[in-house]
């Protein structure tokens, strides 16, 4: 039986959890920390996930830590600011961490983590299910077979629209770090994995075009009096954008608006690799529809590898001969193209055998996407190239 503790059972922290029996396993959760114990219930009552008889919630990490011994695994779902501090303060324990992404939201948290874990026995898997994927793990065999050849050059794409990230705590640039360690550091994750190499330089630009503005920043849009002409209302996102069922499933919540929000809706980045590569990779979540697309193209000298995750399928182009492959992989019941099967099995063989998952944060390069989004956000910030070391 394995025995697991939670610390901040959001969504993402409960449906991991709820997962642990797919392979036949028995799991318990015997301990949960979380600040909103009424939410947390309602996450475990949501995914199903099985409880101890005598499971404990704690209130604050300390009381949690105190109580941590004989567990055999930690899920951390806190918001993104607690990362660090959490995943340090669970280092002792040498248990397996299933850590969520981004695994630090500034630089200081970073050379904390990196400092704490670098030459430690604990396992940490970072939550990078896009990595390990179906499409992305058969765009890896494609590329390791030698078809394109060397992968020289990366270019990303994610354009997608920004309901949960200005209408939710998201939008709250002091717990998310913006949209580069939000979003891109899943697409940076998959192409620096598929590419083979790691990053050496980056250059960035961001910008807020659309959202944010002068109302309040707690502002919902059920209490506003623009909703006849605002394109965000929940009446015009039903009736013209043809979002939800009634009226009431097209409610965006919080006004997007609003005063305070600072982070980004557009952002570029170019990342030279190590091996001499170059990566570029484009964001956007002002778009919807038929606009919306997640992927990328791999250029080789023999060929060309696409991968475009909204349609689940890869395309193999190749350079020397009028020949196009195409791959048609879809997806089944779980989260981020399948990938969260992919992180759950992986969690429980480190939890069984000790195993390093293949999104480990040292010794898979499981943290390289979140510097490489904090450096982005700097150069951004700074005009200028950053280096991608410590």
Same mark, same amino acid.
């Given at each position: ?5 939670? !610390? ?25 920390? %979380? ?10 009552? &949501? &995914?199903?996930? !099985? ?18 011994? /004989? ?29 969520? &992404? ?72 002091? &717990? ?49 009096? %623009? ?25 965006? /919540? ?7 929000? =600072?982070?980004? %809706? ?18 956007? $979540? ?6 919306? $697309? ?7 000298? =023999? ?43 992986? $969690? ?35 005009? =200028? ?6």
């Amino acid at each position: 039986m394995l025995r697991i503790g939670i !610390v901040g059972c959001g969504l993402q922290a409960a449906t991991i959890a709820g997962h642990l029996g797919i392979y036949g396993d028995a799991y318990e959760v015997a301990s949960v920390m %979380d600040t909103d114990f009424e939410h947390a219930k309602a996450m475990i009552a &949501k &995914k199903e996930v !099985v409880l101890s008889k005598d499971c404990r919630f704690h209130g604050d990490l300390d009381a949690f830590v105190a109580d941590a011994a /004989g567990l055999d695994g930690f899920i951390v779902g806190t918001p993104c600011a607690f990362h660090t501090e959490v995943a340090c303060k669970l280092e002792p324990f040498r248990k397996p961490i299933h850590l969520e &992404k981004p695994v630090a939201i500034t630089m200081e948290q970073y050379r904390q983590l990196h400092a704490a874990f670098k030459d430690s026995p604990t396992p940490v898997q970072v939550s990078l299910p896009m990595r390990v994927c179906p499409l992305a793990m058969e765009a890896k065999r494609i590329i390791a077979s030698g078809e394109i050849g060397t992968v020289e050059q990366v270019v990303g794409r994610e354009a997608v629209g920004g309901d949960v990230y200005y209408s939710t705590w998201y939008r709250d640039f002091a &717990k998310t770090g913006g949209m580069f360690l939000q979003k891109a550091v899943h697409d940076l994750d998959y192409m620096f994995h598929l590419a083979g190499s790691r990053p050496r330089q980056i250059c960035a630009m961001s910008a807020q075009r659309v959202f944010g503005g002068d109302k309040p920043f707690d502002l919902r849009c059920a209490e506003c009096a %623009d909703q006849q002409d605002c394109p965000e209302s929940p009446a015009n996102r039903f009736q013209e954008r043809g979002w939800g069922k009634s009226v009431n499933e097209g409610d965006s /919540g919080l006004c997007r608006f609003s005063s305070g929000i =600072k982070i980004d %809706d557009i952002g570029e980045c170019v990342v030279e690799l190590e091996n001499g590569a170059q990566l570029s990779h484009t964001q956007n $979540f002002i778009v919807n529809h038929d606009a919306m $697309f997640r992927g990328a193209f791999f250029h080789g000298y =023999k060929g060309t590898l696409a991968i475009d995750f909204h349609a689940h399928s890869l395309k193999v182009m190749s350079h020397w001969r009028r020949k196009t492959a195409a791959v048609d992989m879809p997806y089944g019941p779980f989260n981020h193209y399948d990938g969260d099967k992919e992180l759950v099995r992986s $969690f429980l063989i480190t939890m069984k055998t000790g195993e390093r998952a293949p999104t480990d944060l040292i010794h898979a390069n499981g943290a390289d996407s979140t510097l490489a989004c904090l450096l982005a956000r700097e150069s951004a910030r700074q005009r =200028k190239f950053m280096d991608a070391a410590l």
